[in-house]
């Protein structure tokens, strides 16, 4: 079994996807699984983390000595990783967060009526959590990782989100047909801040997670 490398540390993990609701019956969401940051989970608590798990939309059980939260919105998991953050050695953002939100909520179902064409949905931006953490820096020292799922000039796109949103790792996927979204296994470059660059080949979602936190490990302050 690994090391417990993580022993004494607190990390935070996000997973899943939002959904952002229109009305009581229908929301915007996206197609993440949440198996990659479950896998986070389990391998940070394997390597004798202490584990926070903000979870949205995932239905999957609870992970055995991990301390979860169940989210649904954008609005909530910015909260709940605000709070959790303030507590954290690391957080990795591994959840699908919706770039943008319904202008409105209607409180009841919203109607087709006859002979009229549908209103067209206003969406407003919902805040980019990653780089909030990233600029705050809740606590000295803390190691901050986020996700990005690209389809094209994967490497370039990703050094550039990596510097705007000013984290220390971005695990960059390439979105493919069996890649990413609810597979189980995964593919990845991990980017530094510090210009380092780590090939994950075509795996299990597990063993990407080790990689992370392989990496995050020596950037741990003691
Ligand atoms: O900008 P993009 O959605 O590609 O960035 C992906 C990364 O940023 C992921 O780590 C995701 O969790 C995070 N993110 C966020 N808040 C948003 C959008 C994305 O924290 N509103």
């Given at each position: 079994?690994?090391?417990?490398?993580?022993?004494?540390?607190?990390?935070?993990?996000?997973?899943?996807?939002?959904?952002?609701?229109?009305?009581?019956?229908?929301?915007?969401?996206?197609?993440?699984?949440?198996?990659?940051?479950?896998?986070?989970?389990?391998?940070?608590?394997?390597?004798?983390?202490?584990?926070?798990?903000?979870?949205?939309?995932?239905?999957?059980?609870?992970?055995?000595?991990?301390?979860?939260?169940?989210?649904?919105?954008?609005?909530?998991?910015?909260?709940?990783?605000?709070?959790?953050?303030?507590?954290?050695?690391?957080?990795?953002?591994?959840?699908?967060?919706?770039?943008?939100?319904?202008?409105?909520?209607?409180?009841?179902?919203?109607?087709k009526?006859?002979?009229?064409e549908p209103a067209p949905?206003?969406?407003?931006?919902?805040?980019?959590?990653?780089?909030?953490?990233?600029?705050?820096?809740?606590?000295?020292?803390?190691?901050?990782?986020?996700?990005?799922?690209?389809?094209?000039?994967?490497?370039?796109?990703?050094?550039?989100?990596?510097?705007?949103?000013?984290?220390?790792?971005?695990?960059?996927?390439?979105?493919?047909?069996?890649?990413?979204?609810?597979?189980?296994?995964?593919?990845?470059?991990?980017?530094?801040?510090?210009?380092?660059?780590?090939?994950?080949?075509?795996?299990?979602?597990?063993?990407?997670?080790?990689?992370?936190?392989?990496?995050?490990?020596?950037?741990?302050?003691?």
């Amino acid at each position: 079994d690994s090391v417990p490398d993580l022993a004494g540390h607190h990390v935070v993990i996000s997973a899943g996807g939002t959904r952002e609701p229109l009305d009581p019956v229908r929301y915007l969401g996206n197609r993440s699984s949440g198996k990659q940051g479950y896998a986070l989970a389990r391998t940070a608590a394997a390597r004798g983390a202490r584990v926070t798990l903000i979870e949205a939309n995932t239905g999957f059980a609870d992970p055995a000595g991990v301390e979860v939260v169940h989210v649904g919105t954008a609005v909530q998991l910015r909260e709940a990783v605000l709070k959790a953050a303030a507590e954290a050695d690391a957080v990795v953002m591994a959840a699908a967060v919706a770039d943008f939100r319904p202008a409105s909520y209607a409180e009841g179902k919203i109607k087709k009526k006859d002979g009229e064409e549908p209103a067209p949905v206003a969406l407003v931006r919902n805040p980019d959590i990653l780089a909030e953490i990233s600029a705050e820096r809740a606590r000295p020292g803390q190691v901050i990782v986020g996700f990005a799922a690209e389809t094209d000039d994967v490497l370039a796109n990703g050094r550039k989100k990596l510097r705007r949103k000013g984290c220390d790792l971005l695990v960059v996927n390439e979105v493919g047909e069996r890649k990413t979204f609810g597979a189980e296994e995964n593919e990845a470059v991990v980017l530094a801040a510090d210009g380092g660059e780590t090939a994950v080949p075509y795996g299990p979602k597990e063993a990407l997670a080790d990689v992370v936190w392989d990496l995050v490990a020596p950037r741990l302050g003691t």
